[in-house]
């Protein structure tokens, strides 16, 4: 509200002060109802304030240009040209982050899927992704196209192609998708390849699996000398080379999938036999007999004092967890599909088992992360327009409360890129990038679906 107070006082002049005082108080009268204007107004709202986890009741928003310019708890006399949205009944959450992406496989597909997709994230008030895993080129490319208006999508911070060491895991890839993932088997690859990620708008990379443990400090000290943040996928989900606990005393920041982190707390017994096996040439046969009796075993194969020495130590360096919960979840469907179709494949039968008791785990290791005060993000490993919010969803179902659900995908997500004064929470001098909800999403995380409406840069969004 915009109030002026005029102080004229003269000395020994009780009559002229009064009249001076009455005429203060009209003007001030006269200001309170002088209409204010703005570009946008989202009025009588329940604001959704991640920082605080607290609903904000019968708030309203003020937009000008692509800001959020005021928040107004009082009743206000808004001007006619203002664009105004009742939200009356209605939340409001900042937009959404999708924290583990690889959309470039979205231009594989011929047609307007690209397009179509892009649009139905942001529809679905998903307005940021964190690519991780993709051709560089594509991802600048799209990024530009998203920026400049000729696509709608989702903003796109990446990391580009998936860094490895040969043979390449993901090789096949490359034959759609040329340089999807690329090797990284000496110094001079490293030296040459970082700057150029780096020029080519990459504020992070992505390391994979089976990168040679000897190279790794050297690709951390690189990254770092190029402002590159390391986003780290240790692969299998026990014979790992570059294990959790290395890459976050090397200064990794975020690490990949939820049973990234069950190699380091297995009970100490199975640590030694998971060693020998690591450090033997032991074929494959010898490891996944070891990965099946471990996963038989569920949470009974974690030791619970490893387990909390290693949320401190992902608080101490403040590195954040992106489970992608919904992904083993996705494919145990997809055999449990296949079951009650009628195949009766042994081996169905046997990854079915596996994949169940991965969920077991995971599920386990993100609600005991997160009550832990590690931080969650949220990320799908798909590219499916819907499945941020599934994802939302399954981190809730393992137990994860919905205010830290919500911060994955928003505030922690904001933070981890370093992008809090734009982005990731509602409050003046932020990006008018906002979801209204017409259900309370605190209440049940899959109101995140009910969307009633999504503004974009302080625009709304129109179908
Ligand atoms: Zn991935």
Redesign the pocket.
Known sequence: MKTFKILIMKPNSVKKNSIYAIIGICITIAACNRPIEHDLIIRNINIIDVVTGKTLQNQTIAIDNNQISKIYSENINFSASSEIIEGKGKFITPGLFDN?M?IAHLTCYGGDTLQTRLAEFVHNGVLYFRD??GPVDVLKRLKSKISSGDLIGPDIYYTGPMLESSPLHWEKINEELPEFTVPLDTRDDVDSLLPILAKKGATMIKTFSNIKTELYPYIVDVARKNNLKIVH?PGSPLFNQIPINMALELGVTTI?HSMAAWCYILKDEYRIELDTLLQQDTNIRQKMVFMFEMADMGIESISEERLKALCMLMKEKNAVYSP?LNVFKGFLSEIEEEIANGNNDEMLFKRKKLLSDFVTIGNYIVREFSENGVKLLVGQ?NIDPEGTVKEMVVLSEAGVSNIEVLRGATLYAAEWLELTEKYGSIKPFQIADLVILNTDPLENIANMKDVFMVIQQGKVVKK
């Open positions: 583990h690889h991780v895993g996928d990949e992608t490993d």
